[in-house]
């Protein structure tokens, strides 16, 4: 859990692959930052409204949750998600044409 505590100082992640749906997030989060969404497992849909409690990470059943915080200048909510979005695609993108893949 972060030192300063309040609303819009974190980034909040859910891993999908981890998450098996049972909703725990959703129901206790006090400030309803989580959503059920339309594959039946847990949502971000409020990242903004996160008071870094850490009632989410502790209780999450599958380790499904994360809750870091956010760098100084770093967008917040919904830009933030976008973000994080276009990140992990990037990190995953197939090499072009005459590229060779480099492995880490």
Do not use: N
């Not at 903004?48 to 209780?59: I, K, T």
């Amino acid at each position: 859990m972060a030192g300063k505590r309040g609303r819009g100082r974190t980034r909040v992640r859910i891993y999908p692959d981890w998450c098996k749906g049972c909703g725990i997030c959703v129901a206790f989060c006090p400030a309803g930052v989580f959503a059920m969404g339309p594959q039946g497992k847990a949502v971000v849909a409020k990242e903004a409204l996160c008071m870094d409690c850490g009632f989410c990470e502790l209780h999450c059943p599958d380790f499904a949750v994360s809750v870091t915080p956010r760098p100084e200048g770093a967008p917040k909510g919904a830009e933030a998600s976008k973000e994080t979005e276009h990140a992990g695609h990037e990190a995953h993108k197939e090499p072009e044409h005459g590229e060779q893949e480099t492995q880490s």
